[in-house]
Antibody
């Protein structure tokens, strides 16, 4: 069964750090681009970050650039999101998602649909 | 930055057709994907690249995209279709629509 399982969420104080993990199974993890998407309580979906299949290319939403770092360990079939300098507005459920067909062409990269999602992990930033 | 606008809510009678719009500047030139999210659950992909259905998604779900508007159509609406629906494109970064709550009456 194709599956993504997030972990690592919790309560953290403003300015603190947290590392989320996303364990993949049931597919060849190293062949797929991956994303993080978050959803604040009662709000809509917001894209956070993307990494290509070998980890050599990443991109971030402006709201997290310089504070969050996406990475992956293809040997462990695991995606990560290191979150530093956390703010109250980072409070959300964080989902990892598989990219169905990302590619780069002519110097620009394009992601496909997010075809597999994890169940999400809750991050609460509060004192 | 690129923005996608959806109606806040759409109501549809049981068995009738619901249409959810997603507005964006020249969205017809982009690949649009649609997600269904039920309360307390992760999103599920229901349409990819404008009009394609993933395996397991009923034929009642269809999509189109032209000009400045993409549309998700749910035919013969069922109670189980009640959910939030989000459109999404890639424009140097991921962009989600504002989301539409579908209510089946």
């Amino acid at each position: 069964e194709v599956q993504l399982v997030e972990s690592g969420g919790g309560l953290v104080q403003p300015g603190g750090s947290l590392r989320l993990s996303c364990a993949a199974s049931g597919f060849t993890f190293s062949s797929y681009w991956m994303h993080w998407v978050r959803q604040a309580p009662g709000k809509g979906l917001v894209w956070v970050s993307r990494i290509n299949s070998d980890g050599s290319s990443t991109s971030y939403a402006d709201s997290v650039k310089g504070r969050f770092t996406i990475s992956r360990d293809n040997a462990k079939n695991t995606l990560y999101l290191q979150m530093n300098s956390l703010r109250a507005e980072d409070t959300a459920v964080y989902y990892c998602a598989r990219d169905a067909g990302g590619y780069c062409s002519g110097g620009s990269c394009h992601s496909g649909a997010f075809d597999i999602w994890g169940q999400g992990t809750m991050v609460t930033v509060s004192s | 930055s690129y923005e996608l606008t959806q109606p806040l809510s759409v109501s549809v009678a049981l068995g009738q057709t619901a249409r959810i719009t997603c507005g964006g500047n020249n969205i017809g030139s982009k690949n649009v994907h649609w997600y269904q999210q039920k309360p307390g659950q992760a999103p599920v992909l229901v349409i990819y690249r404008d009009s394609n259905r993933p395996s397991g998604i009923p034929e009642r779900f269809s999509g189109s995209n032209s000009g400045n508007t993409a549309t998700l159509t749910i035919s013969r609406a069922q109670a189980g279709d009640e959910a939030d629906y989000y459109c999404q494109v890639w424009d140097r970064t991921g962009v989600f629509g504002t989301g539409t709550k579908v209510t089946v009456l």
